[in-house]
């Protein structure tokens, strides 16, 4: 069993009570919590170093711009990108994924083409391609969900062929923690010559991500997920696709030139980075990436599945209780849906909140699975490295008193 509850006094903010009873902070799938080290480096940042990038001959840009360019090779790193280069800083997953969906799509999509999405899938990586079918014409078609909750790609052969564009799949599911197929789908996705575009908002936090072992295209995660700031995020894209794909947004530092009519681009990765990036944020990225490595993603990913196998088993033991996901811990990420007898999760999280215990309660921006599932919502409990089992333990003890509240037999 590991134990990271060390970590914990690096998260001030999980010293806090709510309610009158410690916090148990179940909602890190939503977003995680920051700690010291990440606010430490923003801090520093705007305190000693703070200038536009890429801009000044100063001192003070030249600082700025080595920070930012230093979380850069951090994130790429990470990932194990071949080349920092193919790492563009974006606004989180949801702008990574629309700078694929209107960079890459709109020049490459058109009548008789098909998106092939999955039933599971957030909506950031369906809307963004709803969109772009609108303009091109090209057709949307999903994959099933198994009943264990699995993306079912046992008829593929069916659907998968020369019309298939682009595939997208997440990697690892924020209702379920389902664990998406992502290999198999890319080499099945380049024989027909799609291409793969990976949600990894969860899986990049979560688990050891290698992009090259993955097989995919393009990647979309976001660092508010993975213990740093909002408003950054990354997309890794193979270098030849980058180096084709043009820009979704225009303006100021993503060009070599601008003329009155036309204009050409900067090389890959500024090309995609039009405007005063978000520079702190992308130091506070750097810092929560150095803080994961050092506690190490193995780690991580063990930790969580230790987390998940108790609370699987805690939750189990409680009547009237239905989870939605895969049963096995080691094959599923550490996001648990769950509902409780008829009570709506809305109402049961604030049950909860009252008990001090957070947890996200809703769609879960996936409101297609929600439909699959013939549920409107569930409540959601998720885990990080600051989680320990006490708090599991506060869930399942507020979860028997929302059974007396509620009054379920
Ligand atoms: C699987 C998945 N994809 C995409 C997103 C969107 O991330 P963001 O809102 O940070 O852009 C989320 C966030 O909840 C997610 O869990």
């Not at 990440?38 to 520093?44: C, G, Q, R, S």
């Not at 659907?159 to 595939?167: A, G, I, N, W, Y």
């Not at 303006?251 to 990765?269: F, K, N, Q, Y």
């Not at 006490?390 to 003890?397: P, V, Y």
Request: glycine share 8%; net charge negative; charged share 20%.
């Amino acid at each position: 069993m590991t134990d990271l509850r060390h970590l914990r006094q690096d998260f001030p903010v999980l010293q806090r009570t709510v309610n009158g009873k410690p916090l148990a902070f179940l909602d890190s799938a939503a977003s995680t919590q920051k700690p010291v080290q990440v606010l430490d480096a923003m801090n520093d940042l705007y305190r000693n170093h703070y200038a536009n990038v890429h801009r000044g001959a100063y001192q003070l840009s030249i600082e700025s711009t080595a920070a930012y360019e230093a979380a850069r090779v951090r994130v790429a790193d990470f990932i194990k990108a071949p080349s920092p280069d193919e790492l563009v800083f974006t606004k989180g997953t949801t702008a990574s994924i629309n700078h694929v969906a209107y960079g890459w799509g709109l020049d490459n999509l058109g009548e008789g083409d098909r998106i092939l999405l999955t039933k599971i899938e957030h909506h950031a990586n369906i809307v963004p391609w709803q969109i772009i079918a609108r303009h091109t014409g090209a057709e949307l078609i999903y994959l099933d969900i198994d009943d264990d909750f699995q993306i079912d790609i046992s008829s593929l052969d069916e659907v998968l062929d020369e019309r298939v564009k682009v595939v997208g799949v997440t990697a690892m599911s924020n209702v379920t923690g389902t664990i998406g197929p992502v290999r198999a789908l890319a080499d099945a996705a380049h024989q027909v010559g799609a291409i793969v575009v990976v949600d990894g908002a969860q899986a990049v936090p979560h688990s050891v991500v290698d992009v090259a072992e993955m097989g995919a295209d393009f990647v979309a995660f976001g660092a508010h997920k993975m213990l740093g700031p909002t408003g950054i995020g990354a997309l890794w894209g193979r270098r030849e696709l980058l180096e084709r794909m043009e820009p979704a947004e225009g303006g100021g530092e993503m060009i070599t030139d601008v003329r009155l009519h036309e204009s050409t681009w900067a090389p890959i990765p500024q090309k995609f980075e039009a405007g005063t990036p978000p520079i702190a944020e992308a130091v506070g990225f750097g810092a929560a990436v150095e803080y994961l490595q050092k506690v190490g993603m193995d780690v991580v990913r063990e930790h969580e599945v230790d987390l998940t196998r108790y609370a699987l088993g805690q939750l189990g033991d409680i009547p009237d209780l239905t989870v939605y996901g895969p049963a096995d811990p080691e094959n599923r990420g550490g996001a648990i849906s769950f509902t409780l007898a008829d009570i709506h999760a809305h109402d049961l999280a604030t049950i909860l909140d009252q008990e001090g215990v957070a947890v996200r309660a809703g769609h879960h921006c996936a409101k297609p699975f929600m439909r699959h599932l013939g549920i409107p919502a569930t409540a959601r409990a998720s885990f990080y490295v600051y989680t320990v089992r006490e708090e599991i333990d506060q869930l399942i003890g507020a979860l028997h008193h929302a059974r007396k509240v509620f009054d379920v037999a």
